[in-house]
């Protein structure tokens, strides 16, 4: 079945389009902007344009016999980033469309990056060494919920892993595609995880975070068959990050980042422990990257967004993502805590609606094995003669072996609990 499918390289879901580009057999047609998971026309940052136009040319061709010429447009539009700096309420993306006729690009070329014993990262073979972490699973809060959104910068989570930086760059560099983190690694405990972060480290030492991505060990070799690690065997891992687009300025350095934690977006797993990398020989830890010319074809006109209508007697106001986030830290047990609210209003001619949500995370570096969530989510509805509350609570919590599931949803009418139901579930960790 022809697609055109619309994706954000700030999207958590984004790389099912190059799955699909790669795969699908049928007619396909793609657009991926700088955006989160959002329309391009009202997307949460810029650059907004209009796709309404092109999706409408897509359909009267495919449901309506017209030649629009949507066949001659290009397979991929997609827009390549220029740097900018850790910034969460970035108003707009710098960069440029780019137009490509094949995936992968044709002119694209993998560039190798060696992890060095002094903690660099060179196109030289590196010597043979090792290097060490301690696990702390509270770290990762910087690094964002779900590999999308813009982020502040990464020296907090950087502290509390390994890190390898290039040499200052002598010229631009892009790079489009999904880049690979070969690590080889190894554990003194059955189970850990491994996550790989790509950053732009400007000359003042500010860290964009660009893609990254997070491999359980024990399904180094399967997803549907994990295995425990075998105490300090060294295994080679593919980290496969998420697609992304960047062209790093001349000046600044390429940064590997390499945790075994990244909470509260990944549970932590259940043991203290030392991990390690090793180095040396042309299979020792390395970045391989997924480079393209600088500047590429620009596509046909990208239209601006297009003026909506809005019902003057419907308001709304605020939207619960990307809410509030609150980071407190207990240095007496080593425990941290993560408070994310959000909160939206809408106001009808026929009543108002409100819409909480609040989660909250803890974790102690000391218990990696308990993790424990909790959330609250509550809508209320305004009517004549009338208030309807729904709401709902999560507890979720874990020991070394099992994770505990409750939920309560409830409904009220005017105070009344009209009816409630909960739903209970104890899961085995298996691997997780």
Known sequence: MPCFLIGGLADGYRDSILRMLEQVKAPLRALIGPWNHSFPNNADFGPRIEWREDAVRWWDYWLKGRDTGVLEDPKLVIFMRHWFPPDPNLESVPGEWRAENQWPPANRTNSVLYLQPNQSLDGRVSESTIHQLKYIPSIGVEAGFWWGELLADQRPVDAFSLVYDSEPLRQDLAIMGRPHAFLKASADAPLADWFARLSDVAPDGQVTQITGAGLSGAQRESMTDPKPLERDRFYDLDVEMHLTTWVFPKGHRIRLSVSNALWPMVLSTPYTMTTALQMGGNNGSRLQLPVVPVHGQAPGHI??????????????????????????????????????????????????????????????????????????????????????????????????????YKYTRELRKDGTLLKTKTWEETIPRDFQ
């Open 303 to 404: 239209s601006p967004p297009q003026p909506e209508e809005y019902r003057p007697d419907i308001q709304s106001i605020g939207f619960p993502w990307p809410g509030e986030w609150l980071v407190t830290r207990d240095e007496g047990r080593q425990k941290t805590t993560v408070l994310w609210k959000g909160r939206a209003e809408e106001k009808y001619p026929w009543g108002e609606e409100t819409d909480l949500e609040k989660m909250t995370y803890e974790i102690e570096d000391q218990h990696p094995e308990l993790n424990v969530i909790h959330g609250e989510a509550e809508t209320t509805l305004k009517l004549k003669g009338r208030v309807l509350v729904w709401s709902g609570h999560l507890s979720f919590t874990s020991d070394a072996k099992t994770f505990f």
